[in-house]
């Protein structure tokens, strides 16, 4: 590979790319799930090396492991579906309140505007005309993609189950698969891996627990109705990097909205939510994760939009982790290095067209640099 024109390289890797895309998109149905798996496997190992090392069966090893995720995640469902019937509970104020958000709308446009409150109603009862017309399709999807989420989480435990079992067969195929000399290299890049695939993982687990707690707690105190479900619902929003946020900022309106009949407890509600995620991103999240996972804001971006376009959610939650992984291997790469320092979060101090040996590559671009310093080139 080195041998061949770097054009030629550079080709080979923008291919790589786009059938590593369109591999995930054809096959995400079957990828993802095992990603999935991959990365909770990860998280469970010291578990499972705690429960070996007090000589419990292999078997029961993996299994309680398993059982403590199922565990987790069933009170989380509980929790949400308690919140919701709260939810639900409340709807005759809910839908008095909305009734007073909307006079109070269609007044305010009534003011600024020529649109009278005939035309609004108009327009709504068109709109709504559309959307009951698309009601079929939405209830197949919808019933399509929870089908789909009953298949995902089936199959999550049965992979993580095979991850573990099979941990030391698919090490072997691994160093296998690369020469002797690059076994170090291979052994460095899994040890990373694991440490900030746990570290990561684990910390999102805290966090959700704590921003759950905090703001939740916070609102109650305040008497917001509906606290803990605001609370719940931005802390796994902000799973998602820089996108969640903004999605649970605005989810945490709309429910105050629907619960109070005035407008100043959405100014509360928002600023509560300024005050712990800036206690989340200053001073929690870093010492809970560290800079374990150092990767620049514009590739985790990118990253959460190209992840959720090629897979959907699962893609969006994956992607940070991902992108992880995928630079420490370009960091020990040397054909991939590039990769890795465009993910990296690494800025130069100077900028790469001030060293010198960069500029006499580029006959036209040292002539531009000499005529801004005025010196005149040598013939």
Do not use: C
Request: hydrophobic residues 55%; aromatic residues 10%.
């Amino acid at each position: 590979m080195k041998d061949l024109p770097l054009t030629v390289r550079r080709s080979i890797e923008l291919l790589g790319l786009f059938l590593l895309g369109a591999l995930l998109v054809l096959g995400q149905g079957i990828i993802m799930p095992v990603l999935m798996a991959f990365f909770i496997s990860i998280m469970l190992l010291p578990v499972y090396r705690f429960l070996r090392k007090w000589k419990v069966p292999e078997v029961l090893a993996i299994f309680l492991p398993i059982l403590m995720v199922a565990i987790f995640i069933a009170l989380i469902v509980w929790f949400f579906s308690a919140q919701v019937s709260m939810l639900v509970a409340d709807f005759p104020s809910i839908q008095r309140n909305v009734s007073i958000h909307l006079k109070s709308l269609s007044d305010w446009i009534n003011q600024k505007t020529d649109f009278s409150t005939q035309e609004q109603v108009k327009f709504l009862q068109q709109q709504s005309a559309k959307m009951f017309a698309n009601a079929g399709s939405m209830a197949g999807g919808a019933a399509g993609s929870v089908s789909s989420v009953f298949i995902f989480m089936g199959l999550v435990p049965i992979y993580i189950y095979l991850f573990l079992f099979y941990k030391n067969l698919l090490l072997r195929f691994v160093f296998i698969w690369f020469e002797t000399s690059q076994h170090k290299k291979v052994e460095e890049v899994m040890k990373e891996t694991e440490v900030i695939i746990k570290s990561y993982l684990i910390g999102l687990v805290i966090q959700i627990s704590y921003i759950t707690i905090l703001l939740g707690g916070i609102l109650m105190l305040i008497g917001i109705e509906h606290a803990l479900l605001i609370g719940a619902i931005f802390a796994v929003l902000n799973l998602i990097p820089y996108v969640g946020a903004l999605i649970g900022n605005l989810i945490g309106v709309l429910l105050t909205l629907t619960s109070s009949p005035e407008i100043g407890p959405i100014f509360t509600v928002l600023g509560v939510i300024a005050f712990v995620q800036f206690l989340d991103n200053n001073i929690l999240m870093p010492r809970i994760v560290g800079s374990k996972v150092r990767i620049n804001a514009f590739a985790a971006i990118l990253g959460v939009f190209i992840g959720g376009t090629l897979a959907g959610i699962s893609g969006m939650f994956l992607a940070l982790p991902m992108i992880a992984v995928l630079k420490i291997i370009f960091d020990r790469s040397d054909i991939f290095k590039p990769w890795g320092v465009l993910l990296g979060d690494e800025r130069p101090i100077r900028s790469p067209m001030s060293f010198l040996r960069l500029r006499k590559k580029s006959k036209k671009v040292t002539e531009e640099i000499q005529k801004e310093d005025h010196i005149t080139p040598v013939k």
